[in-house]
């Protein structure tokens, strides 16, 4: 079974500083994506950047980007210019390319931006 | 165009006694997923619709939870009895999966219902 893992319960930042979030994840597949959440204290789940696994080129959406290893099964978020509106829970996500394709989470990072 | 709705949006009963939450998708939606989300740890999938077909419902305990989508759109998420262990956030993402051909990834998440159990 796939795991992921956030090593980081909570991480701060300084707005308009930049911040990596970190994850890890554990799969014997060759194929598959990788999502980042966000999860705002209203509790709406929204997606901010997928990456396939195939591409070799990291995503990139406006100030979210990824740094996706895939040999060392890494894949972590970085937040450039950081605003007070990105605080909050970030989950990172693996979803299979075979069978139900449900999404698993880790266990989430709390963001809090300092102003 | 709307969201994922979920009904109620908090909720609090006494253990042993039974509750449902209600989710309406988005329109055109086929795949419907409830996932429990107890605090402090990322969501867990307890069950995955296609149209009104059970896809994945291997973590969800069988003996107290239950969930149907029978006409393939809205669906109902039952506890009976509640445990104090089911306190969590529970919520309805949808996904329209393929469109034109082409594989689509994003699910579209509900605001969840929070149930307290006492």
């Known amino acids: 079974a796939q795991t992921v893992t956030q090593s980081q319960p909570e991480m701060s930042v300084q707005e308009a500083e930049t911040v990596t979030l970190s994850c890890t994840y554990d799969t014997s597949e060759s194929d598959y994506y990788l999502f980042w959440y966000k999860q705002p204290p209203s509790r709406q789940m929204i997606l901010v950047i997928r990456q396939e696994a195939y591409k070799q080129q990291n995503a990139t959406e406006n100030r979210f980007s990824v740094n996706f290893q895939k040999a060392a099964k890494s894949f972590s978020l970085k937040i450039s210019d950081s605003q007070l509106g990105d605080a909050a829970m970030y989950f990172c996500?693996?979803?299979?390319?075979?069978?139900?394709?449900?999404?698993?989470f880790g266990q989430g990072t709390r963001l809090t931006i300092n102003p | 165009e709307a969201g994922v709705a979920q009904s109620p949006r908090y909720k609090i009963i006494e253990k042993r006694q039974s509750v449902a939450f209600w989710c309406n998708p988005i329109s055109g939606h086929a795949t419907l997923y409830w996932y429990q989300q107890i605090l402090g740890q990322g969501p867990k999938l307890l069950i995955q619709?296609?149209?009104?077909?059970?896809?994945?419902d291997s973590q969800l305990p069988k003996d107290r939870f239950s969930a149907e989508r029978l006409k393939g759109v809205d669906s109902t998420l039952k506890i009976q009895p509640a445990k104090l262990e089911d306190s969590a956030v529970y919520l309805c993402?949808?996904?329209?999966?393929?469109?034109?051909?082409?594989?689509?990834?994003?699910?579209?998440f509900g605001p969840g219902t929070r149930l307290t159990v006492t």
């Open positions: 993402a949808s996904s329209l999966d393929r469109l034109w051909g082409a594989l689509l990834y994003e699910q579209y």
């Open positions: 996500a693996y979803r299979s390319d075979q069978g139900a394709q449900k999404l698993v």
């Open positions: 619709f296609q149209n009104n077909g059970v896809v994945d």
